[in-house]
């Protein structure tokens, strides 16, 4: 599948942006969708992840009740809702498919978009 995220962009702390991350190709598989997100200087961390199929959604501790992760399955598309944001946020964000289910380890997830940056400045 190929991934194309989108929406990123420059906003001030305490905004809000949602990302977008349209599947082609193929459709979402059942396995785990999800963001990630990667600052200068610092390893690719895990933001939030589902199964496209249903089930349990996961959140870093770092964006619990300020991010939400959700999909539409008409678009194939997969969102991510960043509320509240911090400076901290600042990132390149990257949405990725084809993982096992419960994982937050971006390596074990198999396709990839290009990432998106997000600034948040204070």
């Known amino acids: 599948v190929q991934l194309q995220a989108s929406g990123g962009g420059l906003v001030q702390a305490g905004g809000s942006l949602r990302l977008s991350c349209a599947a082609s190709?193929?459709?979402?598989?059942?396995?785990?969708v999800g963001w990630f997100r990667q600052a200068p200087g610092k390893e690719r961390e895990f933001v939030a992840a589902?199964?496209?199929?249903?089930?349990?959604?996961y959140y870093a501790d770092s964006v619990k009740g300020r991010f939400t992760i959700s999909r539409d399955n008409a678009k194939n598309t997969m969102y991510l809702q960043m509320n509240s944001l911090k400076p901290e946020d600042t990132a390149v964000y990257y949405c990725?498919?084809?993982?096992?289910?419960?994982?937050?380890?971006?390596?074990?997830?198999?396709?990839w978009g290009q990432g998106t940056q997000l600034t948040v400045s204070s």
């Open positions: 990725a498919a084809d993982g096992p289910p419960g994982s937050r380890w971006w390596t074990d997830f198999i396709s």
């Open positions: 190709g193929r459709t979402f598989s059942s396995y785990a």
């Open positions: 589902f199964r496209w199929s249903g089930g349990n959604t």
